[in-house]
């Protein structure tokens, strides 16, 4: 489904009785509210790139200071930075610091060498940090959460972003559902059937656990972020 294709259906659910601009910043909120529900597999994407002797810091954006467009929908690593040779061989690993204090000293430091930690610069939401500096070329490769933004310039031409084809009528039950909300109040028998009927969505896309019936990933309850995996 196509992103204007929502917005003329909730149109006409509506009765053009809600103006565009609200249509779009209300689709804009349930889809980032439904993807960042859970660590979802379908949200994880790879990133790729070399380091640059005596640089430490990387915009991954495409857009900002010095864009290098290595991952422009990021918005979480899903993994370390893998370092590989040029033989595709794994030969390390670069963990993330998260402490106040590692990313302080990371700020601060001046010497060059192999990294050993890497965290998104402060002030920034997509701009990588290595420490030590990098003295050479290096070749990383991450696993990373995307986020869901949407451009309304091409939303005639554009499918609904990071949620899978065959869920997209999630986002649409999440749109009638506050479409209702706001036409009809929440104790309205539509907005009530509305609203069981988003959660019976909602339980669909949490059934798709993973790429494979092979391998089950189950969220634990209270915890969105935290998840094992389990083999059948």
């Not at 979802?40 to 994407?45: L, N």
Request: proline fraction near 6%; aromatic fraction near 10%; glycine fraction near 4%.
């Amino acid at each position: 489904m196509k992103v204007q294709e929502l917005a003329d259906a909730i149109r006409n659910i509506t009765e053009d009785s809600v103006k565009k601009l609200k249509i779009e910043s209300w689709i804009s909120v349930e889809l980032g509210r439904i993807v960042n529900r859970r660590a979802y597999h379908w949200r994880k994407a790879a990133l790729s790139f070399d380091s640059v002797a005596a640089t430490p810091t990387y915009n991954l954006s495409d857009i900002g200071t010095t864009p290098l467009n290595f991952a422009p929908d990021f918005l979480q690593f899903a993994t370390p930075l893998i370092e590989f040779d040029s033989s595709n061989a794994k030969i390390g690993e670069v963990p993330f610091a998260s402490s106040a204090i590692q990313v302080l000293q990371m700020v601060r430091d001046t010497t060059v060498g192999p990294p050993t930690l890497m965290t998104i610069e402060p002030g920034t939401v997509k701009t990588l940090r290595l420490s030590p500096i990098p003295d050479g070329i290096h070749h990383y490769s991450a696993m990373y959460y995307r986020e869901a933004v949407i451009d309304w310039n091409t939303a005639n031409q554009d499918e609904i972003p990071i949620i899978p084809s065959a869920f997209h009528y999630v986002l649409y039950q999440a749109m009638e559902r506050r479409a209702f909300f706001y036409l009809y109040g929440q104790r309205d028998m539509r907005s009530v059937i509305s609203a069981q009927a988003e959660a019976q969505c909602l339980a669909d896309l949490d059934s798709y656990r993973s790429p494979s019936t092979l391998t089950a990933v189950e969220f634990r309850s209270g915890d969105s972020q935290a998840f094992v995996q389990s083999t059948s």
